[in-house]
């Protein structure tokens, strides 16, 4: 066995040249970006790939009831393992490094560690969580809230995707429904390194983010019913228009949002009519609201305020409402030691970090609930994400994922 040094490094080539065969996994045509949902065909093909090459390593692979899937490099010492990773499922337009990059530098410190013939003091552990972006199914990061036990995994099988079929359908269908127990026993801590998806590290010039927590998250599905008639015949004051009522509310989310002042955001993302057409006033408008904010007082008073407007605006128009909860994740805040060791480990590397929050939504706020927990952000290129444009350098993944190497090693010493 040969001791961890300071100054081991991963080898940046292998890790870009499989982030880049993970990427050619349904590609985005005339782009570098890749469209993988969870639990389609596509996904099976990426799940497949990855685990490939933890086989290569010769780790101890394990599949949970949602399709998590850990590999795990043996310790000195059973136990616990301290765990890194994220996701490989992405939004239909996504890019290459939004969730793959936490797993894929995870197999890349794992691999550095094997080459090297170093043996951590405690096990090392990389996983990728099923859905985390919930795209197909909500609510996101699903299968980290059944790993650490947030909902059963009964009422996660029966969740309906947009492609009408169910999360335990797709599981056995594509081959991903294992055997490992939920919720599963805690890791011994959790970090995972993710791209910013924002523009701020670029902005002001900083190679590292230590992440402080993530701010809450409320999506919410409404849907408005009117009276369809005709665009030309029906004077206005006589409509029952829920598309009215849509736009209203698309209006004020902005606005509260603005009022409200950062960290607070709000988006209406989607927006349906039924029917779809130019010359009649809809019957149905079905319209998702997102907001979020650091602040839990904060974000219970956003959510207040638009529901009351909601209400107001239909009552108005004379339109019905009904809701229904897509997710609802309180402010996070992760563990101060964890938090310190990134900083500390990006200074040591001669790297300029910031401590910040996150306003993106990360398996690791799942994995806070039942173990110390953290994260390490690298730069996005003009703030780009969940785009195929989405870019972070080969400078900046390598500065992060040499990070990643040194906090995992130094949470499993002795």
Not at 22 to 36: D, K, N, V
Request: negative net charge.
């Amino acid at each position: 066995m040969t001791s961890f040094t300071p100054d081991l490094r991963i080898d940046i080539e292998r890790l870009l040249d499989r982030l880049a065969a993970l990427a050619e996994i349904s590609p985005i045509e005339g782009t570098e970006g890749c469209s993988r949902l969870a639990l389609t065909d596509d996904d099976k093909a990426g799940r497949d790939l990855v685990v490939s090459w933890m086989r290569d390593l010769d780790l101890d692979i394990s599949v949970d009831g949602i399709g998590n899937v850990v590999a795990t490099l043996a310790g000195e010492i059973d136990g616990a393992a301290v765990m890194c990773g994220s996701h490989i499922d992405t939004v239909p337009t996504g890019g290459r490094y939004d969730g793959n990059l936490g797993v894929l530098a995870g197999i890349e410190v794992i691999e550095t560690l094997r080459t090297a013939g170093v043996i951590p003091h405690r096990p090392i552990a990389v996983g990728f969580f099923t859905d985390e972006e919930g795209a197909r199914f909500q609510p996101d990061m699903l299968g980290s809230l059944v790993y650490v036990g947030g909902m059963a995994l009964e009422e996660a099988h029966d969740i309906t995707g947009i492609r009408g079929r169910t999360v335990g359908e797709e599981l056995v269908r594509i081959g991903y429904l294992g055997a490992a127990p939920l919720p599963a026993s805690p890791p011994a801590a959790y970090v995972e390194l993710h791209i910013e998806q924002g523009p701020v590290l670029e902005t002001e010039g900083f190679t590292i983010g230590a992440l402080t927590g993530v701010q809450g998250i409320s999506w919410t599905e409404v849907t408005l019913t009117g009276q369809s008639n005709h665009a030309g015949t029906t004077p206005m004051s006589l409509r029952h228009d829920p598309g009215l009522v849509a736009f209203r509310t698309a209006a004020f989310v902005r606005e509260l949002a603005l009022g409200l002042g950062p960290p607070q955001v709000g988006t209406v993302g989607r927006i349906e009519l039924d029917p779809n057409l130019v010359n009649v006033v809809a019957a149905t408008a079905t319209f998702t609201i997102d907001v979020r904010n650091t602040d839990n007082k904060v974000l219970l008073e956003a959510e207040r305020r638009i529901a009351q407007f909601i209400e107001q605006a239909a009552a108005e128009e004379g339109v019905t409402v009904s809701r229904r909860v897509l997710a609802r994740f309180d402010p996070v805040d992760f563990d101060p030691a964890v938090i310190d060791r990134v900083e500390g480990a990006a200074q040591s590397l001669g790297l300029s970090v910031k401590r910040m929050p996150s306003g993106a939504g990360h398996d690791a706020q799942m994995l806070a609930r039942v173990c110390p927990a953290a994260m390490i952000f690298v730069p996005s290129h003009d703030g780009v994400s969940h785009n195929p444009a989405e870019y972070t350098s080969p400078a900046d993944i390598e500065a992060g994922a040499n990070v990643l190497l040194r906090v995992l090693m130094e949470l499993a010493a002795r």
